[in-house]
T-cell receptor
Framework: EDQVTQSPEALRLQEGESSSLNCSYT??????LFWYRQDPGKGPEFLFTLYSAGEEKEKERLKATLTKKESFLHITAPKPEDSATYLC????????????FGKGTLLTVNP | KAGVTQTPRYLIKTRGQQVTLSCSPISGHRSVSWYQQTPGQGLQFLFEYFSETQRNKGNFPGRFSGRQFSNSRSEMNVSTLELGDSALYLC???????????FGQGTRLTVV
């Protein structure tokens, strides 16, 4: 069964304290790994797509990387406005459009 | 370019009733997917439609159904509501296979 697992479940950082979130997956024939940000009560906001091991994408203080078994979301010098739940997902079940999501990492950045 | 629009944003229903949720995808996107999000289970796939045909279905009971219209707009219906159906229902649209899905703001359904 395809699975996406995120760790840690929650992470509390001080402003400026860099860290990384992990997403490990067991999806046969990976066809992409997606990162989303979700604020309370809102829909997930797309951040990045990664397709092959070694690929990296950056956006402001965020950088996503992909290996054959996991992906990392690195947050450099975070600010309080980076506080959110970060979700990763992968197409699974043999479907191009069905996404299996991890449970997410709740990031809190304190000023 | 307008994003994915879901209506209504909030809904309160009584156990046993039925409900219909609506989703308008991004213009040009023909694939529409629905997800249920709860604190305990996270985001779970309900079903996906493309060109008015349901192509994929998740592990949900038959009380959950949907349809897609010729303009790609989609509706989701839940019949005989149960307390456990209380959740944030999210709709997403995509343009091509294995590319990112863009989500709407969701409909918060509360069953009392």
């Amino acid at each position: 069964e395809d699975q996406v697992t995120q760790s840690p479940e929650a992470l509390r950082l001080q402003e400026g304290e860099s860290s990384s979130l992990n997403c490990s997956y067991t999806v046969s024939g990976l066809r992409g790994l997606f990162w989303y940000r979700q604020d309370p009560g809102k829909g997930p906001e797309f951040l990045f797509t990664l397709y092959s091991a070694g690929e990296e994408k950056e956006k402001e203080r965020l950088k996503a990387t992909l290996t054959k078994k996991e992906s990392f979301l690195h947050i450099t010098a975070p600010k309080p406005e980076d506080s959110a739940t970060y979700l990763c997902a992968a197409p699974s079940g043999g479907s191009n459009y069905k996404l299996t999501f991890g449970k997410g990492t709740l990031l809190t950045v304190n000023p | 370019k307008a994003g994915v629009t879901q209506t209504p944003r909030y809904l309160i229903k009584t156990r046993g009733q039925q409900v219909t949720l609506s989703c308008s995808p991004i213009s040009g996107h023909r694939s529409v997917s629905w997800y249920q999000q709860t604190p305990g289970q996270g985001l779970q796939f309900l079903f996906e439609y493309f060109s008015e045909t349901q192509r994929n279905k998740g592990n949900f009971p038959g009380r959950f159904s949907g349809r897609q219209f010729s303009n790609s707009r989609s509706e989701m219906n839940v019949s005989t509501l149960e307390l456990g159906d209380s959740a944030l229902y999210l709709c997403a649209s995509s343009s091509k296979p294995d590319t990112e899905a863009f989500f709407g703001q969701g409909t918060r359904l509360t069953v009392v």
